[in-house]
């Protein structure tokens, strides 16, 4: 299976600055077919459905906020937050697709400083 | 607007089947790929497996011995079954919808299953 890790476990941010969450995979999850990154970005909040925020590594999903961004390819990645608003508060998980199992990170718990 | 509603028992006994289905509306069955996703208290994600409308399945190793899913086309609705379970099955369940590639874009509220011994 392909290990997930992300860190910190949690940060603190206060509302308008940036926070940033970093995602490592034990092997590379680069899609040779298209030469993009199989990795996506979750925001869960309690009693709400989870939301995919990122996929291929950087593609916004549909309605996403543009102060939500991801970076990084082959093994190391990051999900940015330009601007932290208050409705940001959540847990955040990082996924890999490239293969099945498909996996998750263990999450990054973001809040307000 | 694709939407998921996961139902089920939220009470289980140890060495027991878990059973949880999964209602889609807003979009047909037959485009995405349908997994079951759980979150142990305190944990993080762990997927679970999918199927696809036409019954093909994939399911995680760590689980697959106890794992089984099905669907039914024509209730637009897909099922879990979690043979043998014990107080490390108990937690959240969603059931989510992807597409070719494994992003998940649709999700369930969430179903807390609580097994007891």
Partial sequence: DIVMTQSPDSLAVSLGERATINCKSSQSVLYSSNNKNSLAWYQLKPRQPPELLIYWASTRASGVPDRFSGSGSGTDFTLTISSLQAEDVAVYYCQQYYTTPWTFGQGTKVEIK | ?117
């Fill in chain 2, 1 to 117: 607007q694709v939407q998921l509603q996961e139902s089920g028992p939220g009470l289980g006994k140890s060495s027991e089947t878990l059973s949880l289905t999964c209602t889609v509306s807003g979009g047909p069955i037959g485009s995405y790929y349908w997994s079951w996703i759980r979150q142990p208290p305190g944990k993080g994600l762990e997927w679970i497996g999918y199927i696809y409308y036409d019954g093909t399945t994939n399911y995680n190793p760590s689980l697959r011995s106890r794992v089984t899913m099905s669907v039914d086309t024509s209730k637009s609705q897909f099922s879990l079954r979690l043979s043998s379970v014990t107080a490390a099955d108990s937690a959240l369940y969603y059931c989510a919808g992807s597409g070719t590639y494994g992003t998940f874009e649709y999700w369930g509220q969430g179903t807390l299953v609580t097994v007891s011994s």
